[in-house]
């Protein structure tokens, strides 16, 4: 790897398979070399995979198949901004139908545990409005979401006409 800084991943023995889905996913995104243990390790055997250098939309990344003794956590994801719903839906679908779980306000995981939040530029642009009024009736409507629906967001950032009695 070139990259004085590169993103280290750990898994438990999946780092290829999870390289592999990430760069058939996303745009910019590669599998580089793949590195053999040249000795038995806590987690394998001389010969297995132990490093994956890949890249996740141009991010240089590194897997590590370091074994079962640590899990990803939500204190560390991938924000990927999308340009419409099309891209927000492909995505999100990608992610959760190959084995991984929604959350909440655009969060998912993947298969192995890794978080991505699946960002629309529209939602980032509705909840730092320069109205705040505005910017939280974005923000209440993305509360409420799984996937973001730029439609209702776009919809929340319209003033609300005064309830008639």
């Not at 889905?21 to 590669?30: E, K, M, Q, R």
């Not at 959760?96 to 978080?115: E, F, H, Y």
């Not at 009736?137 to 005064?162: C, G, S, T, V, Y």
């Amino acid at each position: 790897m070139n990259s004085k800084n590169t993103i280290c991943l750990w898994y438990d023995g999946a780092a290829l398979e999870a390289a592999t889905f990430y760069a058939s996913i996303f745009p910019d995104s590669a599998v580089g070399a793949v590195h053999r243990a040249p000795g038995d390790f806590p987690a394998g055997k001389q010969g297995d995979v132990l490093t994956v250098e890949f890249t996740v939309m141009g991010i240089p990344c590194l897997g590590l198949n370091g074994g079962s003794a640590f899990h990803h956590s939500e204190a560390f994801s991938f924000q990927v901004a999308t340009d419409d719903q099309a891209e927000t839906d492909r995505l999100w679908q990608a992610i959760i139908g190959n084995g991984g779980q929604a959350s909440v306000c655009g969060w998912c995981k993947d298969k192995w545990g890794l978080s991505w939040q699946i960002t629309p530029r529209a939602l980032t642009a509705a909840i730092t409005h320069p109205d705040p009024a505005a910017a939280k009736r974005a923000f209440d409507a993305m509360m409420q979401m799984d996937k973001i629906d730029i439609a209702a967001i776009e919809a929340a950032l319209r003033p609300q006409a005064p309830a008639r009695e």
